[in-house]
């Protein structure tokens, strides 16, 4: 099983800067995808960004440019850097693991979550 530990959400306005933070545990092997997910009020989950075991990352359309994700190995964590925030970033940020990466995987495909870190931007 993962444990996945997520940090570094609050608030900011718009045009800010945020930094997410997830740490997995070490006591796996199943953790050969990283991925952030996020959940608006009263809408579906959607997936941010996620990155595999070789550095391979993809990113949703609306995280194009704003949003880096990356990992470090050697710590077991994941991170992404959200820049020019928008008031429609405002959601609860997860930090979710699964088998593989694939171009068509969708937030179900991640079997471990962490308990979310919010992300508020104000205008």
């Known amino acids: 099983q993962v444990q996945l530990v997520e940090s570094g959400g609050g608030s900011v306005q718009a045009g800010g800067s945020l930094r997410l933070s997830c740490v997995a545990s070490?006591?796996?092997?199943?953790?050969?995808?990283l991925g952030w997910i996020r959940q608006a009020p009263g809408k579906e989950r959607e997936g941010v960004a996620y990155?595999?075991?070789?550095?391979?990352?993809s990113y949703a359309d609306f995280a194009k440019g704003r949003f880096t994700i990356s990992q470090d190995n050697a710590k077991n964590t994941v991170l992404l850097q959200m820049n020019s925030l928008k008031p429609e970033d405002t959601a609860m940020y997860y930090c979710a693991s699964a088998p593989g990466c694939w171009a068509t995987m969708t937030t179900a495909d991640y079997t471990y979550w962490g308990q979310g870190t919010q992300v508020t931007v104000s205008t």
């Open positions: 070490k006591n796996t092997n199943s953790r050969y995808c």
């Open positions: 990155v595999d075991r070789d550095g391979t990352t």
